[in-house]
């Protein structure tokens, strides 16, 4: 049944943002020659960072260098080769990639209908903490561990729990009925997209249907909850800024 004209799910606010693939309007990125590119997170909404989906084809073409910021990428659908740093690389579903500043790209010989969701931001640097060096890596080798002792929710860490790394990206995956175990308030900043099932998210003092394919923004301090519902297993990969002072 499709959605009766004017309604839609998305809600925008100052504190947090759930996106809908029904609302989603695409765009063109310097970089991504023939991609469709859909800007889900950006700093108009009110962010510190970008979320971006990339949907490549054949002929399509990802070149660049990444500048100040450093990207994280993760292979949603299909696969494609890359040039990451200098390193080739042969991508493919649940592959990712994390490249730091003045690092640079291409992703090509796509197969068709491949995505990759993109996560930027500007690298706070440290005086006295070298910066990282670009890493790739596949969901699959990544161990899910129970989160605060629950077996029934298994966290996936992405990247090293290092001070040289000023991201997070993990995969959160829930059994039916699993929750967070506490409605959470803190500093770290999150861009989350939902990869499978089905659940309810509370985001600041309100409560949203989600399903696979969603969006969600949450500022700092923004109290934030989620219980996975349905049949089947609820999933999803966020970002979230780690490891620096804020009043640096």
Known sequence: MSELFGLTRDVVKTRYALRTPS?????????????????QISPEMGSRFCQVLIKLEPASEGKGNT??????????????????????????????????????????????????????????RVKGIKEPGPINGHEGTVAGKPFLGNHDARLQVLLPEALEFDMAVNIFTYQ??????????????????MLKGQGVYRL????????????????????????????TPAAYIYYKDVNRDPMS
């Open 67 to 124: 500048g100040r910021n450093e990207h994280f990428l993760f292979v949603l659908a299909g696969g494609c080769s890359a040039s990451l740093g200098g390193m080739t690389r042969t991508l493919t579903g649940g592959s990712y990639a994390y490249l730091p500043p003045d690092t640079d790209f291409r992703f090509y010989a796509a197969a068709p209908g491949t995505q990759l969701l993109v996560f930027q931001k500007a690298y706070q």
């Open 204 to 231: 600041d003092t309100d409560y949203h249907p989600v399903q696979a394919g969603d969006v969600i923004w949450m500022a700092a301090y923004c109290p934030q909850w989620f219980v996975a519902m349905g049949k």
């Open 23 to 39: 609302g989603f309007v695409t765009s063109t990125l310097p970089d991504w020659a023939g991609a469709v590119c859909i800007v």
């Open 176 to 193: 039916p009925g699993a929750t967070l175990p506490f409605v959470e308030t803190h500093i770290m900043e999150h861009g989350l997209l």
